[in-house]
C-alpha cells in the first residue's frame, strides 16, 4: 500500500531563511506527487505537482520541489521564507494506474516563520 | 481557479441532532470526495463518488452517510450527532481522466462541533 511520510511535524525558521519540508513516499510506480498548503480556518490550496515532466517542479509563492527517485522523495523548499508562509504543509501521493484519482496524505507539517 | 463551495463554514450542534454539510462544485468535475479532518492532523477519506449515483466508502470509517444526485453537488448527512463527530470536514473535486485527474480541489471546510 501507499504512504507518504513528511519528517518532522513542526518546522520552525527565521525570517529570510531557507525553508525545506521534507516527504518521503512508498510507492510500486512512479507516482503523481503533490504538495498542498493549508492556512488557519481554510481548505487546501495546491502549492505545485509532479507528474513526470520535469523533475524539479516550481510553485506558487516561490516555492519549488524535486522528485528524486532513487531516494523516494519529494522535498518542498523555498530560497527566502516569509511571514506569511506560516502554515500547515501535506504532502500527497497519488498512483498513475489509480484511476479512481485517490490521494493519500502525509501526516502534514506546521511551518512557523520567525521574525 | 477552483470554485467548491462549503456551507455552514461552522456549526455547533446538540448530541443526536441530524445535519447535512453541503458541498458545491462549478467546473463540472466528475470525482468528488469528503475528508475528516482533527485539528492538527492528517486527512482521512471517508467518502468519494465518481459521478451521478455513484457513492464509496473511504479509507477511514464513518457514520455519516453521503449522495451525489447531481454532478455538483455532494452533501454528506450524520443522522444522528455525537460529540466523536467534532472534526473539520473537507470536501474536494477533481476531473476525470488525464494527468489533472488527480489534482483535487478542496472547499474551505466545515468545522463541526457537536456538544
Redesign the interface.
Known amino acids: 500500500a501507499q504512504s507518504v511520510t513528511q519528517l518532522g511535524s513542526h518546522v520552525s525558521v527565521s525570517e529570510g531563511a531557507l525553508v525545506l519540508l521534507r516527504c518521503n513516499y512508498s510507492s510500486s510506480v512512479p507516482p503523481?506527487l503533490?504538495w498542498?498548503v493549508q492556512y488557519p480556518?481554510?481548505?487546501?490550496?495546491?502549492l505545485l505537482?509532479y507528474?513526470?515532466a520535469a523533475t524539479l517542479v516550481k510553485g506558487i509563492n516561490g516555492f519549488e520541489a524535486e522528485f528524486k527517485k532513487s531516494e523516494t522523495s519529494f522535498h518542498l523548499t523555498k530560497p527566502s521564507a516569509h511571514m506569511s508562509d506560516a502554515a500547515?504543509y501535506?504532502c500527497a501521493v497519488?498512483e498513475r494506474q489509480?484511476q479512481?484519482?485517490?490521494?493519500i496524505?502525509?501526516?502534514?507539517t506546521?511551518l512557523s516563520v520567525k521574525p | 481557479e477552483a470554485d467548491i463551495y462549503q456551507t455552514p463554514r461552522y456549526l455547533v450542534i446538540g448530541t443526536g441532532k441530524k445535519i447535512t454539510l453541503e458541498c458545491s462544485q462549478t467546473m463540472g468535475h466528475d470525482k468528488m470526495y469528503w475528508y475528516q479532518q482533527d485539528p492538527g492532523m492528517e486527512l482521512h477519506l471517508i467518502h468519494y463518488s465518481y459521478g451521478v449515483n455513484s457513492t464509496e466508502k473511504g479509507d477511514l470509517s464513518s457514520e455519516s452517510t453521503v449522495s451525489r444526485i447531481r454532478t455538483e453537488h455532494f452533501p454528506l448527512t450524520l443522522e444522528s450527532a455525537r460529540p466523536s463527530h467534532t472534526s473539520q470536514y473537507l470536501c474536494a473535486s477533481s476531473e476525470l481522466g488525464g494527468s489533472s485527474s488527480y489534482e483535487q480541489y478542496f472547499g474551505p471546510g466545515t468545522r463541526l462541533t457537536v456538544t
Open positions: 503523481y503533490f498542498y480556518n481554510q481548505g487546501l490550496q495546491l505537482k507528474t513526470s500547515e501535506f497519488s489509480n479512481g484519482g485517490k490521494l496524505f502525509g501526516q502534514g506546521e
